[in-house]
């Protein structure tokens, strides 16, 4: 039988009010959020697309393993389930739990990074790159050019360009360089893949230099079903086999497992090099707890233990990328412009053909997560201006070239039918676009200032 529809793998077992609000009501809470959607009260939002973190469903094996949570303080068994899941899906030998993402990347970028050294690596991610910049490293973009090109239909924009990658480490000298950071998928660019082949290459030149690999693992299954889709070669393999094949590949991970592993807490570092490990397991104690919990309560930790499992089930995936590239169609069909090819955790819109007449020290994609919001509830997140901050030396805001609005499909939550009222808004936004214009910042925090800036309306 030629199979034409698909649906989701799961039935409903449980289900959770969302709530709807007048325009004049948005106007309020937007207004008193300064414009920032992140200030929003997830009470005033109808369609939370503001992140995949931490907001996807759990399945029933997942809270059947909450209620065996063993809340030991040291030794937990949640904690050796969680490990030896973590050793079977993707590989790596050593495993130091952490409360989220951020937080295994903060351990490993003081082990590893010293003042004056640089971190190459395929785009920037906002936490990845602060706590590079805080253990006194810079970093420096060496993905390939066509991941900063909305329009590029390129299958593969997460590579790295091994010229870019070699002339700086002639540059610098490999002792300058602690590690070369590899994400899967690249969620500034899009949430697009690296390829195997790309990967494999990045690994030779490493070799060649000794220089490590720290995985970005926090989409990696994700990025395994890209290459299986669209890598020669790898469409007989499951996406369980690929993922192993990108850890192989790589010397260390961190992990916010908040995306991809499903889980609504909880992160990791996992590697592979005792003496590393050993300093890990240190510092942990220091920032996090003990290194058989850091962070993360037992039940947690064997949420994730069964998460992990799932997150690499062909079923699961196909139906996670399927939603969000149902949406992206939709959009395309519309003449909506968005980042091509459709990535795999969201879509994202581009706000610089979105708003040409808005200038980007005006913050285009900023005002127009406000003005889809205000239209009908969803909630949008900037990745553009804003994020990007600024330059660590100079104190300039950077100026990225994507300047975009990520519609973000959290795992196993949303219908195809929520789908369809999100793509009716942002059809409804771009007919009405010509209004827009625009935003002023009237409060900058120090770090990371997207999460808690402050805007108001320029009229
Ligand atoms: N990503 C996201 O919405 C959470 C909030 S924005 C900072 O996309 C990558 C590729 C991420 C990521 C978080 C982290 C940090 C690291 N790498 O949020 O600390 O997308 O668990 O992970 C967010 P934690």
Redesign the pocket.
């Known amino acids: 039988m030629n199979k034409k529809s698909w649906a989701e793998p799961y039935k409903i077992k449980m289900v959770e009010p969302v709530f709807m609000s007048t325009r004049s009501d948005r106007e309020r809470y937007i207004k008193k959020a300064g414009y920032n959607t992140f200030l929003l009260r997830s009470k005033e939002v109808y369609i939370d697309l503001?992140?995949?973190?931490?907001t996807s469903a759990m399945s029933d094996r997942q809270w059947a393993g909450i209620m065996l949570g063993d809340e030991a303080y040291a030794g937990s068994e949640n904690f050796y389930n969680m490990e030896e899941s973590i050793q079977r899906h993707y590989g790596y030998e050593y495993v130091v739990p952490t409360h989220?993402?951020?937080?295994a990347?903060h351990i490993i970028s003081q082990i590893l990074i010293k003042p004056g050294d640089f971190v190459p690596g395929n785009m920037y991610?906002?936490?990845?790159r602060l706590h590079q910049e805080l253990a006194g490293g810079t970093f420096v973009d060496v993905i390939v050019d066509e991941a900063h090109d909305a329009e590029s239909e390129f299958r593969f924009k997460g590579n790295i360009s091994l010229t870019k990658l070699e002339d700086l480490i002639r540059e610098k000298g490999a002792n300058r360089i602690p590690y070369v950071c590899i994400?899967t998928t690249v969620?500034m660019a899009g949430g697009q893949p690296i390829s195997l082949k790309n990967l494999r290459e990045v690994r030779e030149l490493t070799n060649k230099y000794g220089i490590r690999i720290v995985h970005?693992m926090?989409?990696v299954a994700e990025n395994a079903y890209m290459i299986q889709q669209h890598e020669e070669g790898y469409s007989g393999k499951s996406t369980a086999e690929i993922v192993k094949e990108i850890c192989d590949l790589t010397d260390i991970a961190?992990m916010?497992s908040?995306?991809d592993a499903l889980v609504s807490i909880g992160?990791f570092l996992a590697l592979n090099d005792q003496e590393i490990f050993e300093e890990a397991r240190n510092l942990v104690v220091v920032y996090e707890g003990l290194h058989t919990y850091g962070g993360m309560a037992g039940r947690d930790m064997e949420a994730l233990s069964i998460g992990i499992a799932e997150s690499v089930e062909d079923d699961h995936i196909r139906a996670r990328v399927g939603q969000v590239e149902y949406l992206g169609q939709r959009l395309i069909e519309a003449g909506i412009p968005i980042v091509l090819p459709i990535g795999t955790h969201g879509i994202f819109l581009d706000a610089r053909k979105f708003l040409p007449h808005v200038p980007q020290d005006s913050f285009p994609a900023q005002a127009l997560a406000a003005e889809i919001y205000l239209d009908s509830g969803v909630r949008a997140?900037e990745r553009g201006i804003v994020s990007a901050g600024r330059n660590k030396e100079t104190g300039e805001n950077n100026y990225p070239k994507l300047e975009l609005v990520r519609l973000?499909i959290p795992r196993r939550v949303y219908t195809q039918a929520h789908m369809d009222v999100v793509a009716e808004s942002v059809i409804n936004v771009y007919e009405n676009r010509e209004a827009i214009k625009g935003l002023n910042m009237i409060f900058e925090p120090k770090h990371?200032r997207f999460?808690q800036a402050q805007f108001e309306k320029i009229v």
Do not use: H, I, P, V
């Open positions: 503001l992140t995949d973190s931490g989220q993402g951020r937080a990347e991610f906002t936490t990845t994400a969620n970005d926090t989409r961190t916010s908040k995306k992160g997140m973000t990371l999460f």
